[in-house]
């Protein structure tokens, strides 16, 4: 079992007004873990920190303080540390348009994982194993999506993509940010499916960002909300639904789509 933690992180901007300097807190002492096999939501507005984590997780970015560890290891730097950290850490991005190449095939983005992290692998190995991820994120027959550019695909069928290449270094951390926002709604949840059953398969331990406390709910077994950089709220996913502490987690659960709710005000107003 892999597990991934922050402790006490903190992560500061200097912002600069002529000559005036202010420190911005993107990020302030938030400490969680994530396990293999669970699912933790993350969860607040635009602006409230969410993206900056998923950046430190990723080593993309520095934590000011704090240490982020796996498997009580801090995120090494030299080549091979990298590697491993990369081959067990993996990303699905928010939008499937800008995360694939439109110049190259589906088969391309999903191989160079593979080689990079399977190098022992033959040719025709790897050309199995693109076609098996494929089908595995139901793009069947993965023979024939192989072939195909992202620009002949939809929205739905690219994030599929972008998951295949999450997977392909088989991870045991994925990080999804807002992985559905930028489909269409009839879409998300058949996208939302598919990583659940993934983790389940796979044993995964995801990071699921959101701004939607209602997909959160849904697809989560604990539950953060981050407001302002810091975590104001983590426990549970239907504790924090049924009897949330926080105002601002009030607001949030308010804000959800709620099909039942809207049904009663239609019926009201009729």
Excluded: C
């Amino acid at each position: 079992m892999t597990t991934m933690q922050m402790k006490d992180v903190v992560k500061e901007y200097t912002l600069r007004n002529g000559l005036k300097t202010s420190t911005l807190f993107a990020v302030n002492h938030v400490s969680f873990s994530l396990e293999s096999g669970k699912t933790v939501g993350l969860v607040g507005q635009s602006g409230s920190g969410k993206s900056t984590i998923a950046k430190m997780l990723l080593g993309l970015e520095k934590p000011t303080k704090g240490a982020i560890l796996i498997d009580g290891k801090p995120i090494g730097h030299s080549r091979e540390e990298r590697q491993w950290f990369n081959k067990n850490v993996q990303m699905v991005f928010q939008d499937p348009y800008a995360s694939l190449n439109p110049y190259h095939t589906v088969e391309h983005h999903i191989a160079r994982p593979l080689k990079i992290h399977h190098p022992d692998l033959s040719k025709e190995e790897i050309h199995k194993r693109v076609v098996d991820l494929l089908d595995r994120v139901r793009l069947s027959p993965g023979e024939e999506f192989a072939s195909r550019l992202p620009g002949e695909l939809s929205g739905g069928q690219r994030q599929r993509v972008a998951i295949a290449r999450a997977l392909a270094p088989e991870p045991s951390i994925l990080i999804a940010d807002e992985p559905v926002s930028a489909l269409d709604v009839s879409i998300r949840l058949g996208v939302l499916n598919l990583i659940a059953q993934l983790q389940r398969d796979e044993n995964l331990g995801i990071l699921y960002i959101t701004h939607d406390m209602a997909t959160a709910r849904y697809f989560s077994d604990e539950i953060m909300v981050m407001r302002k950089g810091e975590i104001v709220e983590h426990g549970p996913a239907d504790d924090i639904i049924l009897h949330p502490q926080h105002e601002y987690t009030k607001t949030l659960i308010g804000a959800a789509p709620d099909p039942e709710r809207r049904l009663k005000e239609l019926k009201r107003i009729g």
